[in-house]
């Protein structure tokens, strides 16, 4: 098993930027693609981005392209979401995910999710 701890959440205006973390432990040489993923209330989770360990590959969905960055440290198996120039519509619980396989934007392709962090922004 592999588990994941979020942090780095909390409540911020419009503009601002936030870091997310995620730290992995357990039986993490299995894992390869780190992802993080939001849901908002009413809403389905989606994909925001993602990346993999072996050749540091990288995805962003669409809404986040240019102003998300994901990036890990494979050293301390922790993955990072630095978010900029955040909106009202970035609210949401974001959601670490950790799978075996390349970088995917499908939920099923990820074995393992963290408990998730909060992130607010005000207008």
């Known amino acids: 098993q592999v588990q994941l701890v979020e942090s780095g959440g909390g409540l911020v205006q419009a503009g601002d930027s936030l870091r997310l973390s995620c730290a992995a432990s357990g039986r993490t040489f299995s894992v390869n693609t780190m992802g993080w993923f939001r849901q908002a209330p009413g809403k389905e989770r989606e994909f925001v981005a993602a990346?993999?360990?072996?050749?540091?590959?990288?995805d962003y969905a669409d809404s986040v392209n240019g102003r998300f960055t994901i990036s890990r440290d494979n050293a301390k198996i922790t993955v990072y979401l630095q978010m900029n120039s955040l909106k009202p519509e970035d609210t949401a619980v974001y959601y670490c995910?950790?799978?075996?396989?390349?970088?995917?934007?499908?939920?099923?392709?990820?074995?393992?999710w963290g408990q998730g962090t909060q992130v607010t922004v005000s207008s």
């Open positions: 995910a950790a799978g075996t396989r390349g970088v995917t934007r499908k939920r099923n392709d990820y074995a393992y």
């Open positions: 990346i993999s360990r072996s050749v540091g590959g990288t």
